[in-house]
């Protein structure tokens, strides 16, 4: 076998899940010299990933695209609809998509990542301009998370619990064989392409998130109450991730993080990839000019807008079960251009806050109470972390 090349490079990314393959990617396509390690490069990827149809990159090839829903449904206190396309990426595609030459990947573990070098388990140690951390976040006792199982039917059996929807990206009715006072948890049910869909029961956070067991009985239930019967042939789907970093801080003499890693898991919906995508070209031109990443990552307005999102979690892991579909209910009635904001945009704190007043603004008593132990409203002190549980996916 050939000794390993280790000469520096411009660019060593640790790490290819999506975040860290795009921005492998983009920084090939700026002409920098790039080299990755990861622990399994040639794994396929089978999570599903899906993304709103305005936040796909202008550079990234619409094939990646396995289906796009115009108007998604929701079920809260009342049927609602999203005025804004949704789609799902298919996986196999997007990876794909994002390859570059494999000659430059290593195949190894990082067991120490420093801002101009990694040092593997087998004491190798490779050197570069720029070190990006892309090894996703790791749960914790402390950290919230989601949890998910589902499964991938048929055409014919899926619209039957899709009930006339295009696509469920919540349906938080109780049709799963749980009471009131039970943590609620949420069907998502979307296309996937092919004539399949993926029927999924979802805990958006919880600490910690309610179990797979749970989740797959509750699916089961929910789909027997729409007729439908699945017969353990399925292709399943689990999910269990932090929604949260953790307690490192965002900045440190260390490489920079990117992907989960560095802050980017919006907390109240658990999605990541979307933002990596929209990070990627931008980072890849920084490290190519030579410019400051810790300013293009995190500006001002970015940290404030993490900064609410982070009370939006903490507000939704103090809520009572019966609180939860009327907090979605109302946001879901805000403006489109405000539940993007909240959702989408990084930069966006005046968006932000503006949606998270006009929700307050019409909040019951008890939801407004638990609103203003959370932060969200300037001047409020933060409570001791809750070890409630409050779910959704």
Same mark, same amino acid.
């Given at each position: 076998?050939?000794?390993?090349?280790?000469?520096?490079?411009?660019?060593?990314?640790?790490?290819?899940?999506?975040?860290?393959?795009?921005?492998?990617?983009?920084?090939?396509?700026?002409?920098?010299?790039?080299?990755?390690?990861?622990?399994?490069?040639?794994?396929?990827?089978?999570?599903?990933?899906?993304?709103?149809?305005?936040?796909?990159?202008?550079?990234?090839?619409?094939?990646?695209?396995?289906?796009?829903?115009?108007?998604?449904?929701?079920?809260?206190?009342?049927?609602?609809?999203?005025?804004?396309?949704?789609?799902?990426?298919?996986?196999?595609?997007?990876?794909?998509?994002?390859?570059?030459?494999?000659?430059?990947?290593?195949?190894?573990?990082?067991?120490?990542?420093?801002?101009?070098?990694?040092?593997?388990?087998?004491?190798?140690?490779?050197?570069?301009?720029?070190?990006?951390?892309?090894? /996703? &976040?790791?749960?914790?006792? #402390?950290? @919230?998370?989601?949890? *998910?199982?589902? +499964?991938?039917?048929?055409?014919?059996? %899926?619209?039957?619990?899709?009930?006339?929807?295009?696509?469920?990206?919540?349906?938080?009715?109780?049709?799963?064989?749980?009471?009131?006072?039970?943590?609620?948890?949420?069907?998502?049910?979307?296309?996937?392409?092919?004539?399949?869909?993926?029927?999924?029961?979802?805990?958006?956070?919880?600490?910690?998130?309610?179990?797979?067991?749970?989740?797959?009985?509750?699916?089961?239930?929910?789909?027997?109450?729409?007729?439908?019967?699945?017969?353990?042939?399925?292709?399943?789907?689990?999910?269990?991730?932090?929604?949260?970093?953790?307690?490192?801080?965002?900045?440190?003499?260390?490489?920079?993080?990117?992907?989960?890693?560095?802050?980017?898991?919006?907390? /109240? &919906?658990?999605?990541?990839? #979307?933002? @990596?995508?929209?990070? *990627?070209?931008? +980072?890849?031109?920084?490290?190519?000019? %030579?410019?400051?990443?810790?300013?293009?990552?995190?500006?001002?307005?970015?940290?404030?807008?993490?900064?609410?999102?982070?009370?939006?979690?903490?507000?939704?892991?103090?809520?009572?079960?019966?609180?939860?579909?009327?907090?979605?209910?109302?946001?879901?009635?805000?403006?489109?251009?405000?539940?993007?904001?909240?959702?989408?945009?990084?930069?966006?704190?005046?968006?932000?806050?503006?949606?998270?007043?006009?929700?307050?603004?019409?909040?019951?008593?008890?939801?407004?109470?638990?609103?203003?132990?959370?932060?969200?409203?300037?001047?409020?002190?933060?409570?001791?972390?809750?070890?409630?549980?409050?779910?959704?996916?």
């Amino acid at each position: 076998m050939a000794p390993l090349d280790t000469t520096p490079t411009d660019v060593l990314v640790v790490g290819l899940g999506p975040a860290g393959l795009a921005l492998s990617h983009r920084c090939a396509e700026a002409g920098l010299s790039v080299r990755a390690v990861e622990t399994h490069p040639h794994r396929t990827w089978t999570p599903t990933y899906a993304i709103w149809d305005d936040e796909l990159p202008h550079w990234l090839d619409r094939s990646v695209i396995a289906t796009t829903t115009d108007e998604p449904d929701v079920w809260t206190t009342r049927r609602q609809t999203i005025p804004r396309a949704y789609s799902v990426l298919n996986s196999r595609r997007l990876q794909d998509s994002l390859s570059f030459d494999y000659n430059f990947v290593v195949t190894g573990t990082a067991v120490d990542v420093a801002e101009d070098s990694v040092t593997l388990t087998d004491g190798t140690t490779l050197r570069a301009g720029t070190v990006i951390d892309a090894r /996703g &976040t790791t749960r914790t006792p #402390a950290t @919230a998370e989601q949890t *998910a199982f589902g +499964v991938v039917v048929d055409g014919e059996t %899926g619209r039957r619990a899709l009930e006339g929807a295009a696509a469920w990206f919540m349906d938080w009715r109780r049709d799963n064989g749980t009471s009131p006072t039970d943590p609620p948890s949420f069907l998502y049910a979307v296309p996937l392409g092919s004539d399949e869909i993926l029927l999924e029961e979802t805990c958006l956070v919880g600490r910690p998130g309610l179990h797979l067991r749970e989740l797959r009985a509750r699916l089961e239930v929910r789909l027997r109450s729409r007729g439908v019967r699945i017969d353990g042939t399925e292709r399943l789907e689990r999910v269990r991730f932090p929604v949260e970093p953790g307690p490192r801080r965002l900045f440190t003499s260390t490489a920079t993080a990117f992907g989960s890693r560095g802050g980017f898991m919006h907390p /109240g &919906t658990g999605y990541s990839v #979307a933002m @990596a995508l929209g990070l *990627a070209d931008p +980072v890849a031109k920084a490290i190519a000019g %030579g410019e400051d990443l810790r300013e293009l990552l995190w500006p001002l307005p970015a940290r404030g807008v993490r900064k609410l999102r982070r009370a939006g979690l903490k507000m939704l892991l103090g809520m009572d079960a019966a609180q939860v579909a009327p907090f979605f209910a109302t946001f879901f009635d805000l403006p489109i251009e405000l539940q993007r904001a909240y959702l989408s945009d990084r930069n966006d704190l005046a968006g932000t806050a503006v949606a998270m007043r006009k929700l307050f603004a019409h909040f019951p008593p008890g939801l407004r109470s638990i609103a203003v132990k959370s932060t969200i409203l300037p001047g409020n002190r933060s409570p001791k972390r809750s070890d409630s549980t409050i779910m959704d996916t």
